[in-house]
């Protein structure tokens, strides 16, 4: 059973940063499987950055230059590192990873991000 515990969030204001963690627990096949989703509130949740399957990184185009995914394979964690914020950042932030052996996705419980004008 795979557990994916997010940490870090919290209020920032405009123009600050902000480091969320997940640390994985369980059998991680991959963890270039493991990526950043956010929901803010009344919409859908959407991709922020993920790792390729080739080790690169993809993030959406709101964040791309802002936000940086990086991992540390033997703790088995993958970070967020979030500079430049904005108000429009603020959402649950969340912790994904897809196992493609069995085509299941596994979230963390979310952690609040929220960025004041």
């Known amino acids: 059973q795979v557990q994916l515990v997010e940490s870090g969030g919290g209020l920032v204001q405009a123009g600050g940063s902000l480091r969320l963690s997940c640390a994985a627990s369980g059998s991680i096949f991959s963890i270039n499987a493991m990526g950043w989703y956010r929901q803010a509130p009344g919409k859908q949740r959407e991709l922020v950055a993920t790792?390729?399957?080739?080790?690169?990184?993809n993030y959406a185009v709101s964040v791309k230059g802002r936000f940086t995914i990086s991992r540390d394979n033997a703790k088995k964690t993958v970070y967020l590192q979030m500079n430049s914020l904005k108000p429009e950042d603020t959402a649950v932030y969340y912790c994904?990873?897809?196992?493609?052996?069995?085509?299941?996705?596994?979230w963390g419980q979310g952690t609040q991000v929220t960025v004041s004008s």
């Open positions: 790792f390729t399957s080739g080790g690169g990184t």
């Open positions: 994904n990873y897809y196992e493609a052996l069995i085509g299941r996705n596994y």
